[in-house]
């Protein structure tokens, strides 16, 4: 069983946590993986919404194409625009700047062999991440720009019958249950899927402390030691194609 919790982002304008959650239930059979059941459960007055946005024509991202003369091996390969890969990098460069400062302030995980201290140095950056980032939503790294680009050039890699043992191989290590939020912990314990070579190779490169995964079928931008969801992008890959 698969259990996914989609966390609505709160209102900019609301200082309290919106503890609205929309919970989709995915049932699975041991053998086959078939779906057997779809339970859709609304806490807290909250609106669930399925689908995922599009952007009209208007201020469409520049996405550019491999030439026709392009060898097999590099003709589903997308080169993305310069100019988004550089500014989303900024993005993610100027996180961890706010990541190392915040860091300063406490103990460093791996600076001892004790778990229980790393662990609770972990949740304390954690914690101190939070409180700063406490107006995060998503689209705040992963902006509506690359959003868009990146789902065009992963569309090859992670959708239709030639993707299958891509799609196999990122849903083998996939959590049980997750909670896909800004700022939300990923679960304590759980594998992390691993992440192909053809689809790294389209993403933009990542400064030291982040990186991709995929968990059902989002992409997730991860603080690895602080273990939090920096930001995400929804429904990257199918669910059953």
Known sequence: MTLLLLVPPARRDLPSLDLRVACIVHSYSSK??????????????????????????????????????ASSQTASQVLLDKSLVSHF?????????????????????????D??????????LAM??????????????????IALALRRALNPELRGTAALGTRKSIREDAPATFVLAVNADYPPGAPRPS??????????ALPKGLEYRIVDTHLLLMDTEANII????????????
Request: proline share 4%.
């Open 32 to 69: 086959g993986g078939a779906m057997n059941g779809l339970v859709f459960q609304i806490a807290g007055g909250a609106l669930l919404m399925v689908g995922c946005a599009h952007s009209n024509s208007a201020g469409r991202a520049e996405v550019q194409t491999v030439p026709a003369g």
């Open 89 to 113: 990098r900024e993005r993610a460069m100027d996180y961890m700047k706010l990541h190392d400062k915040l860091q300063s302030r406490g103990r460093r995980q791996n600076q001892g062999d």
């Open 115 to 124: 778990v229980v201290e790393n662990k609770i140095s972990q949740q304390a």
């Open 128 to 145: 101190r991440i939070r409180a700063a980032r406490h107006d995060a939503r998503p689209g705040d790294l992963f902006t509506r720009e």
């Open 195 to 204: 992440m192909p070579g053809n689809v790294l190779s389209i993403l933009p």
């Open 230 to 241: 920096v930001d995400y992008i929804l429904d990257v890959m199918c669910k059953a194609c």
